[in-house]
């Protein structure tokens, strides 16, 4: 169960906390948490979404704890592209790295639970359903954040740099 987990927690974790000790040591408490939660789980019921829980509300207290201003997203929005630098113009790869510091900088921009909704589906994989219940809301509900979270993401790549982006409400 740690092999198949393990790697999935920690690249969630280290893109809440920024922070490779601490997400590794979230990874092992979350392991914890779960061995000691193991009665509480539903026989049958999707594991992910009960694992993501433990491991979100660990490291919203690991956040509380080390009064931080914001969780860090350290993930390379320009995700793991086939092209490499070298196999590219100079003028693509400027192109390239504009793009994304203005995506990082937009992503930030976005409330929260839209940022953690477009996480956990686009990023980490779980259905819409299973992103409902680490959430703690409905299906619906991650639709509209989601679709506003690619939508923002979208808006920023089409329009003038130079503009200021409008962010859509939660």
């Known amino acids: 169960m740690y092999d198949a987990l393990a790697p999935r927690l920690f690249g969630f974790l280290l893109r809440k906390t920024a922070d490779r000790q601490l997400a590794e040591d979230l990874v092992q408490t979350t392991m914890l948490h779960i061995h000691l939660a193991r009665g509480s789980y539903v026989t049958g019921a999707d594991v992910l979404p009960w694992v993501y829980a433990i491991a979100r509300r660990l490291a919203v207290d690991a956040y509380r ?12 929005m320009r995700g793991d592209s086939h092209l ?37 589906v686009k990023q980490d994989g779980l259905s819409l359903a299973q992103a409902a219940q680490v959430l703690g809301t409905t299906i619906g509900a991650v639709k509209l954040r989601l679709h506003r979270a690619c939508a923002t993401l979208r808006a920023a790549l089409t329009t003038d740099p130079a503009a200021k982006p409008r962010t859509q409400g939660p």
């Open 84 to 120: 490499s630098a070298e196999a590219m113009l100079p003028d693509e790869c400027v192109q390239q790295a504009q793009a994304s510091r203005r995506l990082e900088v937009i992503f930030g921009q976005l409330p929260a639970v839209q940022q953690a909704t477009f996480e956990l």
């Open 65 to 76: 704890r080390r009064r931080r201003e914001v969780l860090h997203d350290t993930h390379d």
